[in-house]
């Protein structure tokens, strides 16, 4: 018709995370595995931007600890080691722990930190905290390199019990990741966890046998020493390393369901609040 105008209606789309608590939506994270690899990739360059010594810090912070650990409690203190030389024994205790510590803390901090990126575009948030601990993987194997350099002076080589590092690793893993998620959309609400997370940490490692053995502890405080999952994988590294005593099997199990329920209850969590993200962050 004449002097009649066309108004042309533009769909809208309004991307939402599905509302299943306990879908973790795999799938997509697979797909989006490359944005996973930039994500790590940049979590590493920022780390280590403008820094003088580079990625040598993945072994001057647990090697500068060991020192610390070795003059107090394998000095003074006379803390048993296992038969294991204390330094030695500090050491491959916070090489998991490390990676534990620094993982948390990226991951808790992580959603926040990418609060223009959420802003922007639709990804699964989820790479977000899980790119921040991979990221920790790469000082993990520097340090565990330093370690076995360590070893190599005097003959501790390790024998076939060292195949149970992979596993030990990846209960690590786990752990990191679920308490990470946790704290990330956590996080996002209440600013406080920022502040919360290095005095967790620091009582989190007093139970954790870094640097004592946990033979030290008896019942029965050792049934809830047991709920840490990092204490079957600090003993475990030690035995699958210098063939030190074997951290019992329930410690190891129970430790291992710990971390599944947290991991469980974390993406859970993560899912139910995760459309409130770019709205409140």
Do not use: C
């Amino acid at each position: 018709m004449s002097g009649s105008q066309t108004t042309r209606v533009v769909p809208e789309f309004e991307i939402r995370p599905s509302r299943q608590a306990l879908r973790t939506d795999l799938g997509d994270l697979w797909r989006y595995r490359e944005l996973l690899y930039f994500l790590v990739w940049r979590d590493l360059k920022v780390r280590y931007r403008q820094t003088f010594i580079g990625v040598a810090w993945a072994i001057v912070q647990p090697l500068v600890v060991m020192i610390v650990f070795t003059l107090i409690f394998g000095g003074l203190v006379h803390v048993g080691s296992d038969g294991i030389p204390y330094p030695l024994f500090a050491f491959a205790g916070l090489v998991p722990w490390t990676f534990f510590a620094t993982g948390v803390n990226q991951a808790s901090v992580s959603l926040v930190d990418s609060r223009n990126l959420l802003r922007k575009v639709y990804f699964p948030r989820l790479l977000i905290p899980a790119s921040a601990v991979t990221a920790g993987i790469a000082d993990l194997g520097i340090a565990g390199l330093f370690l076995i350099v360590m070893m190599i002076p005097g003959g501790l080589l390790p024998g076939g019990t060292v195949v149970w590092v992979i596993p030990l690793l990846a209960l690590a893993t786990v752990t990191t990741l679920g308490v990470g998620t946790w704290l990330a959309a956590v996080n996002v609400r209440y600013r406080d966890v920022r502040y919360i997370v290095p005095f967790l940490l620091q009582i989190w490692l007093l139970a954790t046998p870094v640097a004592y053995p946990s033979s030290l502890v008896s019942d029965p405080w050792r049934t809830l020493y047991a709920l840490n999952p990092m204490v079957g994988v600090v003993e475990g590294m030690r035995w699958a390393l210098f063939g030190a005593p074997s951290p019992p099997v329930a410690l190891v199990v129970i430790g291992a369901v710990v971390a599944g329920v947290i991991l469980t209850s974390g993406l859970t969590y993560f899912r139910f609040v995760e459309s409130s993200f770019a709205d409140v962050v």
